[in-house]
């Protein structure tokens, strides 16, 4: 008697087409540039001047941010204090 579901066919089909990813994935993976530099030097002029644009605009985003971030004082330093470190509340 066998099942309604054909489950080792359904199985086998899906380990066959996970396995010919993968080998499709390792194929193109290593056909392509291994690092960042390789894959850079491999870009036309026009795409490096897009990615050095790219680049800069979020260096100069993160340098914006970095500032504002380390501008900020505290009002008050004591509210940044735990509660236990508080000389008044202890009893």
Not at 60 to 71: D, G, H, L, N, Y
Request: charged fraction near 30%; avoid cysteine.
């Amino acid at each position: 008697m066998s099942p309604a579901f054909p489950v080792m066919r359904f199985t086998a089909l899906t380990g066959g087409l996970l396995g010919i990813g993968y080998l499709l994935l390792q194929a193109t993976v290593s056909a392509t540039a291994k690092n960042e530099e390789e894959a850079y030097k491999r870009l036309t002029p026009f795409e490096r001047q897009r990615v050095d644009a790219a680049r800069a605009h979020r260096l100069a985003q993160e340098a914006e941010i970095r500032e504002k971030v380390f501008a900020r004082k505290p009002i008050n330093p004591d509210d940044y204090k735990p509660v236990w470190g508080d000389e008044t509340s202890k009893k």
